[in-house]
Nanobody
Framework: QVQLVESGGGLVQAGGSLRLSCAAS????????VSWFRQAPGKDREFASA????????NYADSVKGRFTISRDNAKNSVYLQMNSLKPEDTAVYYC?????????????????WGQGTQVTVSS
């Protein structure tokens, strides 16, 4: 069982930066692939980025590539999402999710555990 808690969201102007954190409970956090998803009002939840168990394999959605950086610290049971050059279209609730199955997936239904989400609002 893994419990995930996101933090770091907030209101920022376009072009600004935020760093999201996802803190996990449990001693086996390093066994989980972790991804960040986001959901804007009226839209489906969409994949943003994923990081493998060791952190050696990273994936990004095209919409965030070059602007967002995912990282993890297994000793601290945490995953981070550094978001730079933010745009109004990045406004959404951001969720971290974990899956025990090897390899990442961009499908929300493939994830076993979810956090409660943190709101990111980018003003123009």
């Amino acid at each position: 069982q893994v419990q995930l808690v996101e933090s770091g969201g907030g209101l920022v102007q376009a072009g600004g930066s935020l760093r999201l954190s996802c803190a996990a409970s449990g001693r086996t956090f390093s066994r989980y692939t972790v991804s960040w998803f986001r959901q804007a009002p009226g839209k489906d939840r969409e994949f943003a980025s994923a990081i493998s168990r060791s952190g050696g394999i990273i994936n990004y959605a095209d919409s965030v590539k070059g602007r967002f950086t995912i990282s993890r610290d297994n000793a601290k049971n945490s995953v981070y999402l550094q978001m730079n050059s933010l745009k109004p279209e990045d406004t959404a609730v951001y969720y971290c999710a974990a899956r025990a199955t090897l390899g990442y997936s961009s499908m929300p239904t493939d994830y076993d555990y979810w956090g409660q989400g943190t709101q990111v609002t980018v003003s123009s």
